[in-house]
């Protein structure tokens, strides 16, 4: 026998007990840790449009050169590096080869400064039409959003691992408890009765759950694998023992290339690129080349890695070829998927970032995002309504913990907004050449959601929540303001020129801040209605209403 935890009454069935266990686990997998869920959703789903928010933080850089020859630009590249960077151990050439590679691009290591390198390391963008660095402001850029969603700022990588894993594990139970615990999943796709205080909040909850939900189970179980290696360490140290080296070497066998050889210190001349290329596209076809990767330029153990471009294929595994760097001969020709685990852990991850997707579906994966972002909020929400009228007849005391909760969901889900628009600000109001400009566009981000989080401390949630929604609406509203003031490349500019990455951009913050403002009313409204009926019965203050328990409402 179990306890029915809706309406406090025994329950003797097995399907109500095991629909009343599952609503428990439900309730606190999700509450536990659902504001690092909250704050996982809202920088993965931006993270979609990473490399359109990268372009826009950096309005200085050109148009997409991705219409260059893979000819033409690997060797503009090469002509660049072995003006830049001489007597390297690496030349790692990127190709402007797709949505998610706009520009050619250079990284290099152990360069020679005696030979006239510029650096003994270093990245670069390269103008693929007169052969130069693309010279930009320092910005965390969408990169960094994106990142942010599986690496947590001011946290070392082991410890925010750690907290990811076991945040995305809780989702995964999350989402197959409440599974288990709809009783009418299909028909609770159609019901939303607004107005109704929890029972409201409940309709939401399940609408947005049940919309996305093929969506919600990929998205956390290829999370799931993505982080595989950092929650499940025994499966490979059972294999490669624990010492330091062991997850290197692991890393190395499974990862990379075959042929890597040391440099034999005796110099021979770089084969002819052209050659290695058409040798490569007749193996995958035109423009699919990604990055040619030289190791050793320059000596006669020189080798060619070519990566191929997977923006095309679901797989986030990109086939190799290895090459002779002198010779020019064929050594390897390493498939994407090695074997049956790596090609279920590529096309896992390749769903979970969507870089195959073409525009309509990277729209559609956006709003799938939007949705479980609304899903986790609706839940944070619903949770305190239920417990504030479970303790409606209780003493003061009893209410410090829903208190707490409200106003941390306050600054937490309507906070981390204006957060966010802050981070954009930071772009385009910071010197651009101010030291560590990267860093304090984070900091200032990160510093708002903090000033936000105080902001709810002190004044009631139902002030707090259409305020902070108002602050987050002003911000985005004002953001294309500030591009137009700050930049030669203004909303009217890019309609004009047809750029329709800054016209883009500008127009979704305008949606953006337009959808929190309309929020921002409705949590007035509601706050409002609520205030209205509590105050004759209670005189209560409090923004959650004290309404009857819902027939049948699940935690």
């Given at each position: 026998?179990?306890?029915?935890?809706?309406?406090?009454?025994?329950?003797?069935?097995?399907?109500?007990?095991?629909?009343?266990?599952?609503?428990?686990?439900?309730?606190?997998?999700?509450?536990?840790?659902?504001?690092?869920?909250?704050?996982?959703?809202?920088?993965?789903?931006?993270?979609?449009?990473?490399?359109?928010?990268?372009?826009?933080?950096?309005?200085?850089?050109?148009?997409s050169?991705?219409?260059?020859?893979?000819?033409?630009?690997?060797?503009?590249?090469?002509?660049?590096?072995?003006?830049?960077?001489?007597?390297?151990?690496?030349?790692?050439?990127?190709?402007?080869?797709?949505?998610?590679?706009?520009?050619?691009?250079?990284?290099?290591?152990?360069?020679?400064?005696?030979?006239?390198?510029?650096?003994?390391?270093?990245?670069?963008?390269?103008?693929?039409?007169?052969?130069?660095?693309?010279?930009?402001?320092?910005?965390?850029?969408?990169?960094?959003?994106?990142?942010?969603?599986?690496?947590?700022?001011?946290?070392?990588?082991?410890?925010?691992?750690?907290?990811?894993?076991?945040?995305?594990?809780f989702?995964?139970?999350?989402?197959?408890?409440?599974?288990?615990?709809?009783?009418?999943?299909?028909?609770?796709?159609?019901?939303?009765?607004?107005?109704?205080?929890?029972?409201?909040?409940?309709?939401?909850?399940?609408?947005?759950?049940?919309?996305?939900?093929?969506?919600h189970?990929?998205?956390?179980?290829?999370?799931?694998?993505?982080?595989?290696?950092?929650?499940?360490?025994?499966?490979?140290?059972?294999?490669?023992?624990?010492?330091?080296?062991?997850?290197?070497?692991?890393?190395?066998?499974?990862?990379?290339?075959?042929?890597?050889?040391?440099?034999?210190?005796?110099?021979?001349?770089?084969?002819?690129?052209?050659?290695?290329?058409?040798?490569?596209?007749?193996?995958?076809?035109?423009?699919?080349?990604?990055?040619?990767?030289?190791?050793?330029?320059?000596?006669?153990?020189?080798r060619?890695?070519?990566?191929?471009?997977?923006?095309?294929?679901?797989?986030?595994?990109?086939?190799?070829?290895?090459?002779?760097?002198?010779?020019?001969?064929?050594?390897?020709?390493?498939?994407?998927?090695?074997?049956?685990?790596?090609?279920?852990?590529?096309?896992?991850?390749?769903?979970?970032?969507?870089?195959?997707?073409?525009?309509?579906?990277?729209?559609?994966?956006?709003?799938?995002?939007?949705?479980?972002?609304?899903?986790?909020?609706?839940?944070?929400?619903m949770?305190?309504?239920?417990?504030?009228?479970?303790?409606?007849?209780?003493?003061?005391?009893?209410?410090?913990?829903?208190?707490?909760?409200?106003?941390?969901?306050?600054?937490?889900?309507?906070?981390?907004?204006?957060?966010?628009?802050?981070?954009?600000?930071?772009?385009?109001?910071?010197?651009?050449?101010?030291?560590?400009?990267?860093?304090?566009?984070?900091?200032?981000?990160?510093?708002?959601?903090?000033?936000?989080?105080?902001?709810?401390?002190?004044?009631?949630?139902?002030?707090?929540?259409?305020?902070?929604?108002?602050?987050?609406?002003?911000a985005?509203?004002?953001?294309?303001?500030?591009?137009?003031?700050?930049?030669?490349?203004?909303?009217?500019?890019?309609?004009?020129?047809?750029?329709?990455?800054?016209?883009?951009?500008?127009?979704?913050a305008?949606l953006c801040?337009?959808?929190?403002?309309?929020?921002?009313?409705?949590?007035?409204?509601?706050m409002?209605?609520?205030?209205?009926?509590?105050?004759p019965?209670?005189g209560?203050?409090?923004?959650?209403?004290?309404?009857?328990?819902?027939?049948?409402?699940?935690?």
């Amino acid at each position: 026998m179990s306890t029915d935890i809706t309406k406090g009454t025994p329950s003797t069935s097995y399907n109500g007990g095991w629909r009343t266990s599952s609503a428990w686990l439900h309730t606190w997998s999700g509450l536990t840790l659902g504001w690092i869920l909250y704050f996982v959703f809202v920088t993965g789903t931006v993270g979609y449009f990473d490399t359109e928010i990268d372009r826009w933080m950096q309005p200085e850089l050109p148009r997409s050169q991705t219409g260059t020859s893979t000819d033409e630009a690997a060797n503009a590249i090469l002509n660049f590096a072995q003006a830049n960077a001489p007597g390297a151990d690496q030349w790692l050439m990127s190709l402007p080869a797709s949505r998610n590679q706009p520009f050619g691009s250079l990284y290099w290591r152990g360069a020679s400064i005696e030979s006239g390198a510029v650096s003994a390391s270093g990245n670069t963008l390269i103008d693929l039409n007169n052969i130069t660095a693309l010279n930009a402001r320092e910005t965390g850029g969408g990169q960094l959003l994106y990142q942010m969603h599986w690496r947590f700022p001011y946290m070392t990588r082991n410890y925010s691992d750690w907290i990811i894993s076991i945040a995305t594990f809780f989702m995964f139970v999350a989402i197959i408890s409440g599974i288990i615990t709809h009783k009418r999943i299909f028909k609770d796709f159609f019901t939303f009765r607004p107005g109704k205080g929890q029972r409201s909040w409940l309709d939401a909850h399940n609408v947005l759950s049940v919309v996305a939900l093929p969506f919600h189970l990929m998205i956390t179980y290829s999370g799931l694998l993505f982080m595989g290696f950092s929650f499940m360490p025994l499966v490979f140290a059972a294999y490669y023992g624990n010492d330091n080296g062991a997850r290197g070497q692991f890393y190395s066998e499974v990862f990379d290339p075959p042929g890597m050889v040391a440099a034999a210190g005796v110099a021979a001349p770089l084969t002819d690129l052209d050659a290695v290329i058409e040798e490569a596209e007749s193996v995958w076809g035109e423009n699919r080349i990604a990055t040619i990767d030289i190791r050793n330029p320059g000596d006669s153990q020189a080798r060619i890695f070519i990566s191929e471009n997977f923006d095309q294929t679901v797989a986030a595994g990109a086939g190799r070829l290895v090459f002779d760097g002198t010779s020019g001969e064929l050594l390897h020709n390493a498939p994407s998927a090695s074997s049956p685990a790596k090609a279920v852990r590529d096309v896992s991850l390749g769903l979970h970032e969507g870089l195959f997707a073409t525009t309509l579906l990277r729209w559609l994966y956006f709003f799938a995002g939007v949705v479980g972002t609304a899903m986790v909020g609706t839940g944070l929400v619903m949770w305190t309504v239920k417990r504030r009228q479970q303790a409606s007849s209780e003493i003061d005391k009893k209410h410090r913990g829903i208190r707490l909760v409200e106003k941390l969901n306050v600054g937490t889900v309507a906070g981390l907004f204006v957060a966010l628009a802050a981070y954009f600000w930071a772009n385009r109001l910071l010197p651009a050449s101010m030291p560590g400009r990267a860093d304090w566009e984070v900091h200032t981000m990160f510093l708002t959601w903090a000033l936000m989080l105080m902001l709810s401390a002190v004044i009631p949630a139902r002030l707090g929540w259409p305020l902070q929604f108002r602050l987050g609406g002003f911000a985005f509203v004002l953001l294309p303001v500030v591009n137009m003031a700050t930049t030669e490349r203004g909303l009217i500019h890019s309609l004009a020129t047809g750029d329709w990455v800054f016209a883009g951009f500008d127009l979704t913050a305008l949606l953006c801040g337009a959808l929190l403002f309309w929020i921002a009313q409705r949590a007035t409204q509601v706050m409002n209605k609520h205030q209205k009926q509590r105050a004759p019965q209670t005189g209560s203050t409090s923004p959650i209403p004290s309404e009857h328990p819902v027939e049948g409402a699940r935690q």
